[in-house]
């Protein structure tokens, strides 16, 4: 929820769509975005840009949360610098495989609330007694339409990679 | 599945006319209907060179439902000449072709003659750069002369996927062919090997650094 949105507030190119193909291992769980053809079905990702030096460029994927994507999140999580887990309030349970994901895999990771229309429902640490996530994972309550919100989402999940990697 | 069957078998040892002597990977023929050899996508590549570029594959025929192409046989190749890319770690499942029903231009394997993983593993914010003179493009492949013209300017595997509307495992096979071909530079992003390939410490700071005067 506000992937998109999110990506367009900081990026410096309007947010970019690839497509993936999803194996038919996949694809039988799937009913959003069935192509029909019983073996294939496309997923997209959005990505944005961010140059942050003359020789240093950001890049920033968006991808669904389900855990049938697991197979982009795969490709993506080598060589990533951490994510950014973007929570709708209203389904919080959305986001349990991505943490579970994410936990599992060691990468760093930020839980961001997204309110729907800048209404934040839950506190953070509301959230973090219903998720059962650790004190160390920041949670922080983001609006993914405005730049300055999705940038301190962004400082403090390079912070928590560093501090991770230090630690 | 990674290929449709029922194609002819590819004639590794046919040429297209013009073809450069680096580029060895021809398209299979695309129709059930005619023999190895036949490759109808060329048959507009002049259009290509010409200088005129359409959409997204608009110069190619229309590719016929149910046709299949084989898999391209395995061709040799040296890895010592990309010392800056990794060989493939793993072997993923295989991709299946989109239906023709949604791309109705050509199927997307099909740029890439059947072959559904790259000879090397690029990861997908890799950063690509022409180095090829532009002479050296004629008589490439569309595809190969797209990537090459858009990555005068460098750009990353997903941009070239974002930009040409190619599927992302297409072009990585299809940058990767360049990259082999010597065409293009990949600048695989950096890692600290100690610790699975994350960013080093360093990197991260100036990540931080930059972010911060956003």
Known sequence: ?167 | MATPTGGHPYNGDQRVPGEHGDNRFGFPAASGGQGPGQYQPYQQQEHQQQGAPGGPGSEWPQQQPGAGWPQQPQQRHDTSQQPRIQPVQQRRAPEPAKPAAHNPLVRPYAMTGGRTRPRYQLAIEALVSTTADPARLQGQLPEHQRICRLCIEIKSVAEVSALLSIPLGVARILVADLAEAGLVAIHQPGGDEAAGGQPDVTLLERVLSGLRKL
């Open chain 1, 1 to 167: 929820m506000g992937k998109t949105t999110f990506v367009g507030a900081v990026s410096e190119i309007n947010p970019l769509r690839t497509e993936a193909v999803m194996t038919s291992a996949s694809a039988g769980i799937d009913d959003l975005t069935h192509t029909g053809d019983k073996t294939t079905t496309t997923v997209a990702m959005d990505f944005g840009r961010i140059t942050l030096d003359q020789d240093l460029i950001l890049y920033l994927f968006g991808t669904p949360g389900q855990d049938r994507f697991w197979f982009m999140w795969d490709d993506l999580v080598r060589g990533a610098i951490g994510a950014v887990v973007l929570v709708d309030t209203r389904r919080l349970a959305d986001c349990f495989p991505a943490v579970d994901y994410f936990e599992n895999s060691g990468l760093p990771f930020v839980i961001a609330l997204n309110g729907f229309d800048g209404h934040q429902p839950y506190t953070p640490d509301e959230v973090r007694e219903a998720l059962q996530i650790g004190p160390d994972t920041p949670i922080l309550t983001t609006d993914a339409r405005h730049r300055a919100d999705a940038k301190s989402a962004l400082i403090t999940l390079v912070e928590h990679a560093l501090m991770a990697r230090l630690r």
